[in-house]
């Protein structure tokens, strides 16, 4: 019996593990991830944005500590640290630069330097929506792609640019900001402070906008109905269970969703030629209705030449796309480097 616990234990101990880190508004996850992908000891914790950037870096180290005593209590072997935040991350001195308003404080934060103090690891940090990209490059639908663009659907748009296999990040980490495309000149404001972005027409939050506004024109919808006749209950989840039920109203919020997510699309295979495009994030749930619309979207307002061969595929990474997709990152370094490439750890 001792031997084959043995056997186990060493079998364990050579298998090498990155520990991944996902900075969510609401949560942080963290976990160990092998070489293919696989997710070991994950703990999750709330991120309590509220107290400040230094209160959620401290939740951070608090949960991967948490993370790592129970990797070598089961004699895991970590090689790596990795995490995914929102906006973007300085590859020069590892800072927070912006882009993640949504956790005050979280600017300037330097991420990279306190995670590498903390663990003594190589230490690697992106945007999460970017991460999330690569994370499907390789272990998710983009698997044997090289060229990737890469949408999140949720309450907002993000996005992540993948060419000859790796991350697109511009010249300041800042690229993939699909979202922020404009697609109405004179459309609505958008958080960012800019005018028409897409997110304001494709993304959850717009799409049951769109419903609680159809609404008020249409009385009799199974939109009203499926919310409990409160139109404020109206989510984006309402909007496409009605209109796969066939409510014309709810059909009409989806297919205009629908239509300005493909010209954006669009506008990114005229941009990029890639061979894949992947939709993930809650909104992607709607699966087929949504893909239909989109196709015929891209078909019109894209370039026959670039548009033609291109794959609209929905994302596969689903719970834990967040850590997988730092995770990826990491191998990706460490392989490169391995490989003899220039990369620093
Ligand atoms: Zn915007």
Redesign the pocket.
């Known amino acids: 019996m001792k031997k084959t616990k043995d056997r186990i234990d060493r079998k364990a101990a050579k298998t090498q593990y990155i520990l991944s880190i996902d900075l969510g508004g609401t949560n942080i996850e963290c976990a160990l991830v092998d070489r293919k992908g696989n997710v070991r000891i994950k703990k999750t914790c709330p991120t309590e944005t509220w107290k400040g950037g230094k209160a959620v870096l401290s939740n951070i180290v608090s949960i991967a500590n948490a993370v790592m005593r129970e990797a070598k209590s089961k004699k895991h072997r970590v090689a790596a640290v990795s995490i995914g935040t929102p906006g973007a991350v300085d590859q020069k001195t590892g800072r927070v630069i912006g882009g993640a308003e949504n956790i005050p404080g979280w600017k300037g934060i330097p991420l990279v330097p306190a995670l590498k103090k903390e663990f003594c690891l190589p230490t690697f940090a992106s945007n999460d929506v970017t991460l999330y990209a690569l994370g499907e490059a390789m272990f998710g639908a983009g698997r044997g792609a090289k060229e990737i663009v890469c949408l999140t659907l949720g309450t907002g748009i993000g996005g992540g640019i993948i060419t000859g296999g790796k991350i697109y990040r511009g010249a300041i980490d800042g690229a993939g900001e699909v ?2 495309m404009t697609v109405k000149l004179d459309g609505k404001r ?3 402070g ?1 005018f028409g ?1 897409l ?1 304001r027409y494709a993304s959850a939050t717009a799409i049951a906008e769109m419903g609680r506004e159809a609404c008020k024109k249409d009385k009799k919808s199974l939109l009203l109905k499926l919310a409990g006749g409160n139109a404020d209950e109206i989510s984006a989840k309402t909007v496409f269970d009605a209109a796969k039920k066939g409510d014309e109203t709810a059909k009409n919020v989806v297919e205009k969703a629908g239509w300005f997510l493909g010209a954006g699309i669009a506008n990114l295979i005229n941009l990029l030629n890639p061979e894949m495009v992947i939709i993930g994030g809650g909104v992607a749930k709607a699966g087929t209705i949504l893909l239909r619309i989109i196709r015929k979207a891209i078909k019109t307002y894209g370039l026959k030449v670039n548009t033609k061969d291109v794959k609209i595929v929905l994302g596969e990474l689903k719970s834990n796309a967040g850590v997988v997709g730092a995770a990826a990152l990491a191998w990706q370094e460490i392989d490169g480097k391995e490989r003899g490439s220039s990369l620093a750890l």
């Open positions: 979202g922020h958008d958080n960012c800019s972005c997110e």
